[in-house]
């Protein structure tokens, strides 16, 4: 079965760097879109990245443009999520989340459990 | 950015009873609506897309329905594992898809 795995969240001080990883197995990673949603605890979703099954076509929600990028290994089944210049207000769960298909179509049909950045001096 | 109003934000119905969720875009959304669920401690899991085509493993009590600006989601007869946090996205808008701010079902 589908399985995503995220790792790499912890705390860190605002203005400092953090790269989260997902791990992903029970499908052909290659085969599809993958992206990163948040949700600060007890609230709503907010959409982060998506990328491409190829990595070659990006695109970032406006309130990370310039500070987050998303990559991904398809050798490794792993996609990625640098987060720069981090903001009280980045510090939220962080799930990676499997695209129906490829291209995206910009809904979900598994999730992984999250992983939890915290930012605080 | 398209805006995705649910209300109420809190509605109480006992097992076996009819819940009917609303979703309202600012702005037409043609079919490109779905739905999610989420319970506690658990990411959501997708339960409805274009608008009312149930997703695979999902109990026919759950429908949607809906176009342009007002969606539904209806469960026709609650059960006790039904009681949760209810998602609307739209995917209209893509790369900027949006959520709605959840709407809360709980055992009255």
């Known amino acids: 079965q589908v399985q995503l795995v995220e790792s790499g969240g912890g705390v860190v001080q605002p203005g400092t760097s953090l790269r989260l990883s997902c791990e992903a197995s029970g499908f052909t990673f290659s085969n599809y879109a993958m992206h990163w949603v948040r949700q600060a605890p007890g609230k709503g979703l907010e959409w982060v990245a998506v990328?491409?099954?190829?990595?070659?076509?990006?695109h970032v929600a406006d309130s990370v443009k310039g500070r987050f990028t998303i990559s991904r290994d398809n050798s490794k089944n792993t996609l990625y999520l640098q987060m720069n210049s981090l903001r009280a207000e980045d510090a939220t769960v962080y799930y990676c989340a499997k695209d129906v298909l490829a291209p995206a179509k910009y809904y979900f049909d598994s999730w992984g459990q999250g992983t939890l950045v915290t930012v605080s001096s | 950015e398209i805006v995705l109003t649910q209300s109420p934000a809190t509605l109480s119905f006992s097992p076996g009873e009819r819940a009917t969720l609303s979703c309202r875009a600012s702005?037409?959304?043609?079919?490109?609506l779905v739905w999610y669920q989420q319970k506690p401690g658990q990411a959501p899991r997708l339960l409805i897309y274009d608008a009312s085509k149930r997703a695979t493993g999902i109990p026919a009590r759950f429908s949607g329905s809906g176009s342009g600006t007002d969606f539904t989601l209806t469960i026709s007869s609650l059960e006790p594992e039904d009681f949760a946090v209810y998602y609307c996205q739209q995917r209209s808008s893509w790369p900027k898809i949006t959520f709605g701010q959840g709407t809360r079902l709980e055992i009255k």
């Open positions: 990328i491409a099954d190829d990595g070659k076509d990006k």
């Open positions: 702005q037409s959304v043609s079919n490109y």
